[in-house]
């Protein structure tokens, strides 16, 4: 039997069910109760995942009993498919209801090459005669400027984890199962405000024989890297794979560079042909999702990283024997580097924005102003993330020495 998916099932209905996101609520049923007596033709709907984004669309849909029509990155991009279905769609009347709502989902997915959906989602914005939504996950970065003049941002927040338990809590009761409150909290806690994951893990927790192991999994993050290369490089391709590096104590960006510096210790020939090609499509969906913040092709990532890798082995031989895995000195040196200039980076452009100055000079005086930066309450009105907190607190130590 098919399980239903719990997110869906409890997806929001109506702006009272949507929680912890008051002022984005209040946006929203204006924004669609004013139309087109608003300020701007658009509203775009921005924050991390799984906090209501594209909930908040359907709901505006319900409430006003509207219907929705969605696009997406790769319709916008298609003038004929714009032309032959937006058009019509925008000048009819919409036979059963009253109301439409143009949703653009997810407008991140527009790449930087791609000029052109963004061009014809703007004339969209000026000619539309109906509200039009956009949900993004980050929307600052610089070729979504004209975007943001033309639209009316709202910022969604993490939800706070006492909601998140709370919606926890109803879900269960509707579902009649029970899980104690201390795993109830864990579960709110460790989904770092994205109300999707909690209640993904609700529903996993809540088909375990002992519940709590859910938590217990994600702690033992205990598999060692050199076992997961073998299992890639040695076994048979199988889907198991595909979950395979979520068990591996190490993020993905290391485990590939692993991957890349073994795979000619294990393959030959034609299977090194294969195994840099599906290298270079990790590589490839690596630079899209940092470009584009775009999460959801870490699964494509995952996926030729585990998958790829271990298919492009010649079928017919078997690799058997001990391999000395090597470590990835060189390039891993240079990658934690990179990673320590980024960080760098990202303080420097949270503290030039906030005193008003650019993002060079920043960078120029980061030495002189690396002091002033650990103090926690400077933290906090920079809104620095958990990563740059420890990097500042690294940098000064190792000054000191
Ligand atoms: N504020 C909220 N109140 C109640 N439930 C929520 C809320 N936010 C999210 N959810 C639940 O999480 C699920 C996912 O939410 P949604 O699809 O709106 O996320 P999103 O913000 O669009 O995320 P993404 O950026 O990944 O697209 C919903 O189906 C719903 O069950
Ligand atoms: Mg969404």
């Not at 409430?63 to 925008?90: G, H, V, Y």
Request: aromatic letters at 8%; zero cysteines; a positive charge.
């Amino acid at each position: 039997m098919k399980q239903t998916n719990w997110t869906e099932k409890y997806r929001p209905r109506f702006f009272s069910d949507v929680k912890d996101q008051d002022l984005a609520v209040q946006k929203v049923r204006d924004f669609v109760k004013n139309f087109p007596k608003t300020v701007k033709k658009a509203l775009v709907l921005h924050g991390p995942p799984g906090v209501g984004k594209t909930t908040l669309a359907y709901v505006a849909k319900n409430e006003t009993n509207s219907e929705i029509f969605e696009l997406n990155a790769s319709d916008l991009r298609n003038k004929e498919k714009m032309n032959s279905i937006l058009k019509p769609a925008i000048e009819q009347k919409s036979l059963m209801k009253e109301q439409k709502i143009i949703l653009v989902d997810e407008v991140d997915g527009i790449s930087v090459v791609d000029r052109g959906g963004l061009l014809e989602l703007m004339r969209l914005i000026e000619y539309s005669t109906h509200p039009i939504i956009i949900t993004a996950n980050d929307i600052w970065n610089k070729k979504f400027s004209d975007l943001r003049r033309k639209t009316e941002s709202v910022q969604l927040k993490e939800v706070d984890f006492q909601s998140i338990k709370e919606i926890l809590i109803g879900i269960l009761r509707n579902e009649r199962k029970f899980i104690s409150n201390d795993v109830l909290t864990n579960i709110s806690i460790k989904a770092r405000g994205d109300v999707r994951a909690a209640i993904n893990d609700l529903q996993t927790a809540s088909s375990l024989p002992d519940p709590s192991k859910v938590l217990i999994d994600e702690r033992n993050k205990e598999m060692d890297i050199f076992t997961a290369l073998k299992m890639i490089f040695k076994g048979k391709p199988n889907n198991a794979l595909l979950s395979l590096y979520d068990s591996v104590n190490k993020p993905l960006d290391e485990i590939m560079l692993w991957v890349e510096e073994n795979i000619p210790l294990e393959y030959h020939g034609e299977e090194l042909v294969k195994a840099y090609d599906a290298l270079s499509k990790v590589d490839i969906f690596k630079r899209r999702i940092y470009r584009q913040q775009y999460w959801r092709f870490l699964v494509y990532e995952n996926a030729f990283l585990s998958y790829g890798i271990s298919s492009s082995k010649n079928p017919n031989e078997t690799k058997s024997g001990f391999t000395s895995y090597k470590k990835p000195t060189r390039i891993l040196k240079m990658w934690l580097n990179n990673r320590r200039t980024e960080k760098k980076k990202s303080i420097a452009k949270k503290y030039a924005r906030y005193v008003h100055i650019g993002e060079k000079r920043a960078l120029y005086e980061f030495a002189t102003v690396k002091a002033f930066l650990t103090k926690p309450e400077i933290q906090k009105e920079l809104k620095l993330t958990e990563d740059e907190i420890e990097y500042l607190g690294k940098e000064t130590l190792s000054n000191k020495i």
